[in-house]
């Protein structure tokens, strides 16, 4: 797809297709921050003036929660409110194959033929600095072609999750109950990046005790006075119930957000770990490349046979790179 | 617990207590790796060594499979044929709080008078470099002190549990009956890390569907004729069922890594990752803390408000601190 975009003066062309909110520019673009083509620096250049004007919604939780389906219905409401939509689908947790697993994806053709809904999966294939670099570059097309929400939706829960969920203003985490009692959810350290709790499948045995089990917890966590206490919401995703008290309570947590200075604390903390994500993609390949018998492949044969210690060798390795 | 030791000219004597076996040195160096003490490269330095001793079985899964039961049963079945067993109970998932939960671990107490068997619960708290670059360090005080088989469990499935299980010979996943289906369990990424799949409460429903979607999904992984085949085993760990076929799995993987040059392979690419990580962490830090102006949050707030992209800002920083 990016084979035809060879030379870097046609990057503000397709930019400002994107701006008109040509779908195959958007895809083009998206493609070329995901597979960190040699442009993403001269894309990223013509992206920035409209960084900042989308709200970013992040939703994550253990697989089987019913991420899709809410995400999906939830589309459908801010789409009925007027809003344009953009939906990534991010799949951190696979490094190996480089591909994101489509499989319920599917579901979400509800949309496919909306014009005012941009919806794309994505997976970390040979970008420097991986998805945590390449997610906010992606938030930043879907900007650039006028969306003003973005939902990012991430597979599971883990360290990968934590850095995706921290590009988001708002974090919403699903639960279902019988996924687990609260003190799993305490041990997958998601109480701490959740701004909003969603208590899915709430028709089910347990509903009860799962929200009660977050609220304690939430009672527990401390918290100053000017701090957000996350909420908890429930909804049955697959039948559209509950989807009006999520978008509410993102609403609540945006205008706190606003009115608590966060929003921009928020951003300026994306932006590091998005600038730090990149620079130490660079310094990784650096590492990994030196030629002067200091690479990270010598040195590492050392310490696995015991006749140098890590810290000596990160020594020699940070001398050699910086 | 570190405070009486101040000075560096102590470490040596403390590596030779722990040598002879003496839990309180063994467990006052986990606390300096944990901790990331000062004193740390000369720990690191003394323990060399003694690198690459004992065998490393990595153990992970979803939060509710079993894995400290299992751990449990493990440990107890090493020490009938004659092991001396650390355990290290790795919490990666919670970045915020440092802590571990301990939970539990309360059922280790099984083994708490045992004089063979190490059981420490790891967190985060204050390393540079992570539990990626604090792990291994824990390893190889455990080897100093004359562990041959050191078994580290981490909880949830995410990058960091893969980066984790990279530090292991020999990888166990553990799943569970009706704790989400093959296809949930490829999301994770869980197959590529697995050496070894133990469906535990396999005396539950759905037991035969889940080895049945395991091994169909073994039988679709593309793999070359010199590659391991991951092994399905089923275990009910709450009745010590099964261990026997789990250490047996083990002890075949240990041969096959051996036969195949694989063990030095592997341990190689974990001294690579722990030094890789010790080195990104001292350079987060220097990105964080330089003062000439162009630190990271003095770039990020650029990036935020749109007026410099984060790869002209990855530019500046990578030409000051590189």
């Given at each position: 797809m990016t084979r035809s975009l060879r030379r870097s003066r046609d990057v503000p062309a397709l930019v400002e297709q994107a701006r008109t909110g040509d779908p195959r520019a958007v895809a083009r673009l998206i493609t070329l921050v995901e597979s960190g083509d040699e442009l993403l620096p001269e894309v990223a250049a013509a992206l920035a003036p409209h960084a900042g004007t989308a709200q970013v919604v992040g939703l994550t939780g253990s697989p089987g929660v019913g991420k899709s389906t809410t995400t999906n219905e939830l589309v459908r409401a801010l789409r009925a409110a007027g809003h344009r939509v953009g939906v990534l689908a991010v799949d951190?947790?696979?490094?190996?194959?480089?591909?994101?697993?489509?499989?319920?994806?599917?579901?979400?053709?509800?949309?496919?033929?909306?014009?005012g809904v941009y919806i794309r999966s994505m997976s970390s294939?040979?970008?420097?600095?991986?998805l945590a670099a390449a997610t906010p570059q992606a938030v930043r097309v879907l900007e650039g072609a006028g969306c003003d929400v973005v939902l990012v939706e991430t597979v599971g829960v883990g360290q990968a999750e934590v850095e995706i969920a921290s590009l988001a203003d708002t974090t919403l985490v699903l639960l279902a109950p019988g996924m687990g009692d609260a003190i799993q959810a305490v041990k997958a350290g998601i109480l701490e990046i959740a701004d909003i709790f969603v208590v899915n499948k709430?028709?089910?045995?347990g509903a009860d005790n799962t929200v009660r089990d977050i609220q304690g917890m939430i009672a527990l966590g401390e918290r100053g006075p000017g701090e957000w206490r996350p909420q908890v919401v429930r909804s049955v995703a697959s039948r559209a119930e509950g989807i009006v008290d999520i978008a509410a309570a993102i609403d609540k947590h945006r205008r706190w957000l606003v009115d608590h200075g966060e929003l921009r604390r928020r951003r300026e903390a994306r932006a590091a770990a998005e600038v730090e994500a990149i620079v130490l993609g660079v310094l990784r390949e650096r590492m990994a490349s030196?030629?002067?018998?200091?690479?990270l492949g010598t040195l590492a044969a050392k310490v696995a046979d015991g006749s140098m210690d890590p810290y000596a060798a990160s020594r020699e390795l940070l001398a050699a790179i910086g």
């Open positions: 951190p947790s696979s490094p190996f194959t480089g591909g994101a697993i489509l499989g319920d994806r599917v579901r979400m053709q509800d949309h496919a033929t909306d014009p294939r040979g970008h420097l600095g991986g709430a028709d089910r045995d030196l030629r002067d018998g200091t690479a």
